[in-house]
């Protein structure tokens, strides 16, 4: 029941439903809502692609802290800015997924 709910959920915003008709509609938050779509699909926010070894949350973590989205193409402008990602989170996971993929880029040491 909850799965197919939560399929609904993900087909009305790929639809192009705001966020908070959504909620209306189902009795839950916004947020609630946007949580549901990451899980499901990260395209259903609007997320631009990601490298495989990184987390969406590590992903928008890095674009809020230096306004850039992890890909290939800004991967030395991240590396170079490194301290400026590390200095605005706290999370563990995000420094090692960074670290990590940067390392497989041969970006870091």
């Given at each position: 029941?909850?799965?197919?709910?939560?399929?609904?959920?993900?087909?009305?915003?790929?639809?192009?439903?705001?966020?908070?008709?959504?909620?209306?509609?189902?009795?839950?938050?916004?947020?609630?809502?946007?949580?549901?779509?990451?899980?499901?699909?990260?395209?259903?926010?609007?997320?631009?692609?990601?490298?495989?070894?990184?987390?969406v949350?590590?992903?928008l973590?890095?674009?809020?802290?230096?306004?850039?989205?992890?890909?290939?193409?800004?991967?030395?402008?991240?590396?170079?800015?490194?301290?400026?990602?590390?200095?605005?989170?706290?999370?563990?996971?995000?420094?090692?997924?960074?670290?990590?993929?940067?390392?497989?880029?041969?970006?870091?040491?």
């Open positions: 029941m909850k799965l197919a709910r939560d399929k609904k959920i993900v087909a009305l915003r790929e639809q192009g439903m705001p966020f908070a008709l959504i909620a209306r509609r189902f009795g839950l938050s916004e947020s609630r809502i946007r949580a549901i779509c990451l899980s499901y699909r990260p395209s259903a926010l609007g997320v631009p692609p990601l490298p495989d070894s990184l987390s949350i590590t992903a973590e890095v674009d809020r802290s230096i306004g850039l989205w992890p890909n290939e193409e800004n991967a030395p402008e991240i590396a170079r800015r490194l301290t400026e990602v590390l200095e605005a989170t706290t999370r563990r996971k995000t420094i090692r997924e960074l670290g990590a993929w940067l390392q497989s880029l041969k970006l870091f040491p």
